[in-house]
């Protein structure tokens, strides 16, 4: 089975530019997160994700960020305009959501270093 | 803020040493979960312990909870080189379903020297 696979591992972007981060989830699931994480810090929680709706928004900065699920296709978590305080690993993690089953299953991130 | 705080933030230890990592928490929990990190890659799921548990194994693993004194410790035994990484716990709050977000703690970097 494949796993969480996001894409790409790596972007840069400029200051201004958009940054856009593809994640999709292992078969069969239909809760996606996304994280944040810093060197060397732990990770921050974003968004979480069912199909075509959000669910939990409250760790998503209120500007230039935004996250979609959509019913066809992988989730996609999109940052405008990006400033170097962006530069960081992005993870994304699915879940089947079933009840019992509480571990989340991680891609192997997308860094994105902003010049 | 932050569910999760963890200690040690790093510790070092011998190949055959046993390591212990502790992570304390805020509010109440459904469950707390324990990941793995290798450097520069994603978190990988070890052991997850429900909030009406007070002990679980799994391999090497040894997990404990206490609710009354929110925090947990995971163990491992006989640690080998390869478990050179960071460990986070992860916290589900309580209230929510079961497959809600999960809150990481700082982490604690464990290297195993051979």
């Known amino acids: 089975n494949a796993g969480v696979m996001q894409n790409p591992r790596h972007l840069v972007r400029r200051r201004g530019q958009e940054a856009r981060l593809r994640c999709s989830p292992v078969?069969?699931?239909?809760?996606v997160y996304w994280y944040r994480q810093l060197p060397e810090e732990g990770l921050k929680f974003m968004v979480y994700l069912q199909k075509e709706n959000i669910i939990d928004e409250s760790g998503m900065p209120k500007e230039r960020f935004s996250a979609e699920f959509p019913k066809e296709g992988p989730s996609i978590l999109r940052i405008q305009q990006v400033v170097r305080g962006d530069s960081a690993a992005y993870f994304c993690a699915s879940s089947s959501g079933q009840v019992g089953t509480g571990e989340l299953f991680f891609g192997e991130g997308s860094r994105l270093t902003v010049l | 803020s932050q569910q999760g705080e963890e200690d040690p933030q790093a510790l070092s230890i011998q190949e055959g040493e046993n390591a212990t990592m502790n992570c304390s928490y805020k509010t109440s929990i459904n469950n707390l979960q324990w990941y793995r990190q290798n450097s520069g890659r994603g978190l990988v799921h070890l052991i997850l312990?429900?909030?009406?548990?007070r002990e679980k194994h799994s391999g090497r693993l040894r997990v404990t909870l206490d609710t009354s004194k929110k925090s947990s410790s995971l163990l491992i035994t006989a640690s080998r080189a390869a478990d050179t990484a960071s460990y986070f716990c992860?916290?589900?709050?309580?209230?929510?379903?079961?497959?809600?977000?999960?809150?990481f703690g700082q982490g604690t970097i464990l290297t195993v020297h051979p």
């Open positions: 312990i429900r909030s009406n548990e």
């Open positions: 078969k069969g699931h239909s809760h």
């Open positions: 992860a916290t589900r709050g309580a209230g929510g379903t079961s497959y809600g977000k999960l809150i």
